[in-house]
């Protein structure tokens, strides 16, 4: 069977293991010198909650989240092109797994690169991981990378 890969999608949310998936999905896209975008997707509720002594009813709030996400995403996207090209960036709203699955429906995507925090215990069971989701609905392959740091932890 022979494997081509001309579009690789590398959902990112700033954590040291979505930074390590990232430098899967260089590796990759030097290899079958395919085309790399890296995604984040901004869940608005979930950002706002999840900051500590600040007001989220301040309507400058949101507008802050997207310029700080903004930002970081930029950044990635200037260094990983240092490496490697073409890249692309896109800022996404919405659940990270359906708007992952979405981006990679519509832009086509031959593979999906994408770290793994691993969740377990209650919270996973309550919420689910999104690589797990997005492994069980995406149109693609999905490579999911777990980060050296976390160990495996018997359930």
């Given amino acids: 069977m022979d494997i ?3 579009k690789i999608l590398c959902p990112v949310d700033f954590s040291v293991s979505s930074y390590h998936a990232l430098e899967y999905a260089i590796a990759f896209a030097e290899k079958y010198k395919a085309e790399l975008k890296v995604v984040y997707v901004m869940e608005v ?7 500590s002594e600040v007001d989220v009813t301040d309507p400058g709030l949101l507008e802050q989240l997207q310029s700080d996400a903004n930002d970081k ?5 200037k260094e990983t092109r240092e490496r490697h090209e073409p890249v692309t960036q896109q800022m996404l ?11 990679a429906k519509d832009w086509q995507a031959d593979v999906i690169i ?3 925090h691993g969740r377990t215990g209650l919270e996973h069971v309550l919420i689910g991981s999104v690589a797990e989701k997005v492994v069980r609905k995406a149109p693609c392959p999905v490579l999911t990378v777990r980060h050296p740091e976390h160990n495996f932890v018997m359930p």
């Fill in 4 to 6: 081509t890969i001309h």
């Fill in 45 to 51: 509720a979930a950002a706002a909650l999840s900051l």
């Fill in 73 to 77: 995403l930029d950044q990635i996207a």
């Fill in 114 to 116: 994408m770290g793994t």
């Fill in 93 to 103: 709203y919405g659940k990270p797994f359906v708007e992952i699955i979405t981006a």
